[in-house]
């Protein structure tokens, strides 16, 4: 080891020796910074890089199983026979639709769609872009 790597040790150690838990704080929250998600302790709640691959489906899961939910379907939407919860039958409809998750997410939809509805059968023909919307799915 050279000298100048043996003083640049000795400064380091003296930093941490100095203050060795803020030391070691600062350096997890550098790791947090570059990692993602995680909680460090007395530094609040967790914190996450936004954009990362994992966060996305993260958040894509959590809002189908929202949805699932709201819409009274199991969370694989029927589509595995092998689920233990529906046996594959657990579309829409399948169970009571959570009221409060319906109204979030359901009922804006719903409403929207009914707008459109009335706009077009009222003989509006301006083109609005949920008219076309509309349109495009009959």
Not at 66 to 81: H, I, K, R, T, V
Not at 115 to 120: E, G, I, T, V
């Amino acid at each position: 080891m050279s000298g100048n790597e043996l003083r640049d040790l000795e400064s380091l150690l003296t930093s941490v020796l100095a203050d060795p838990s803020g030391f070691g704080q600062r350096l997890v929250e550098q790791v947090v910074d570059r990692l993602g998600t995680v909680s460090v302790p007395g530094t609040g709640p967790p914190r996450t890089v936004p954009g990362t691959l994992a966060d996305e489906q993260e958040e894509a899961q959590d809002r189908q199983i929202l949805l699932a939910a709201a819409l009274g379907a199991c969370e694989c939407w029927g589509s595995d026979p092998e689920c233990r919860s529906c046996g594959g039958d657990g579309m829409s409809g399948w169970h009571v639709p959570d009221a409060q998750l319906y109204e979030e997410f359901v009922t804006p939809a719903i409403s929207r769609l009914a707008q459109a509805a009335r706009r077009h059968t009222a003989g509006t023909t301006e083109g609005t872009d949920d008219e076309h919307h509309l349109a495009g799915q009959q």
